[in-house]
């Protein structure tokens, strides 16, 4: 059973049977998305890892990782450029489909 509290309501709680899910029950989702809970900072810092910063260049053609790179530069810039996020993205999940397995 989960009770809920509400300030406003004066005290008063509301018990609410049709929403009774543990931690327990929440933490045993898995996401077969393979992006799921990786950070665009972590696949950035991946891919340059692996590549480098010109070969990344190279298979994404940005300047933000041609003229003087940075990690904080290339996130703002992905974040405010959904094509690029995409292309980073799919580089990702070839890397690992590709090198990691």
């Not at 018990?15 to 898995?30: A, C, I, P, W």
């Not at 910063?53 to 298979?59: C, D, F, H, M």
């Amino acid at each position: 059973m989960l009770v809920l509290k509400r300030p406003w309501m004066e005290g008063q709680e509301q018990t609410r049977l049709d929403e009774t899910v543990t931690l327990h029950q929440m933490t045993e989702f898995k996401s077969n998305d393979p992006l799921h809970g990786v950070t665009l900072e972590r696949m950035l810092v991946e891919l340059i890892d692996f590549y480098g910063w010109q070969e990344l260049a190279r298979r994404v053609k940005v300047r933000a990782f041609q003229d003087q790179p940075s990690v904080p530069s290339a996130l703002k810039f992905l974040r405010k450029t959904p094509w690029a996020r995409e292309k980073v993205e799919q580089l990702y999940l070839y890397m690992l489909r590709k090198h990691r397995h």
